[in-house]
């Protein structure tokens, strides 16, 4: 488990605290759709943090070819039609380019910069010539409205049940799942970033902004610099 991270609740717990049967039962929402609209038709998409396949499953039925990474070899399992690659997405190097390499699940929030700083080197040492990263970030007011829930129409809850400064810019989150048969929950570290912080991360690693490509600035295209 990394430093920071813990889950609980009924079957596997990967090192950042997410439950992999939880994952298997989560819906996928617009993602894809925003994800689709931004590649080119068929393109190759390296997914970064793919987990059991949600966001993957998605994109292959919409035509791309996908490369599916995760650290967790039980999140992995669960994932059909793509080729998929257990490693910390870190230390990833394949030697391969991609016409798009995906990083969602506010990972670039990452409560260690430096780590932070390896997800988004990862992402510019897959990118093809002519080719773009797709990062989702957090909504502005994710730290700060809370507690929160929201009812799923499928029958389960989710809360944002705290978000509480731990020193250096970071805070621990702690969320819970609420399903009729289980619960389960989660607590990680993330680093908010407002719109400017955001944009020198990318900078730092020879990213910039392309073009926030929701009216929310949550999902956003970024090119290298050079």
């Known amino acids: ?35 689709a609209a931004a590649a080119p038709k068929g393109a190759h998409i390296l997914e970064l943090g793919s987990g059991v396949g949600r966001m993957t499953h998605a994109l292959l039925e919409r035509g791309f070819t996908v490369t599916a990474v995760d650290e967790s070899a039980e999140m992995l399992e669960r994932v059909r039609g793509a080729r998929t690659i257990c490693s910390p997405i870190e230390d990833l190097d394949l030697g391969e380019k991609f016409d798009v390499v995906l990083l969602a699940s506010f990972l670039v929030h990452a409560g260690d910069a430096e780590v932070r700083r390896g997800l988004l080197r990862t992402c510019v040492r897959h990118l093809a010539e002519g080719g773009s990263v797709l990062i989702q970030r957090e909504g502005e007011d994710y730290h700060a409205n809370v507690p929160r829930e929201r009812v799923d129409p499928s029958g389960f809850t989710v809360r944002i049940v705290s978000s509480e400064p731990i020193g250096d810019g970071v805070n621990s989150v702690r969320a819970e799942y609420e399903f009729p048969d289980a619960v389960w929950t989660q607590t990680f570290r993330a680093r908010p970033l407002t719109k400017e912080q955001f ?21 956003v295209r970024a090119v290298p610099t050079a």
């Open 1 to 35: 488990m990394r430093e920071g991270y813990e889950g609980t609740g009924p079957g596997a717990i990967t090192p950042d605290g997410c439950a992999v049967e939880l994952y298997t039962r989560l819906p996928i929402g617009d993602e894809p759709d925003i994800i």
């Open 199 to 219: 944009e020198e991360a990318l900078e730092e690693t020879g990213l910039r902004v392309d073009e926030y490509l929701t009216d929310n600035k949550i999902w």
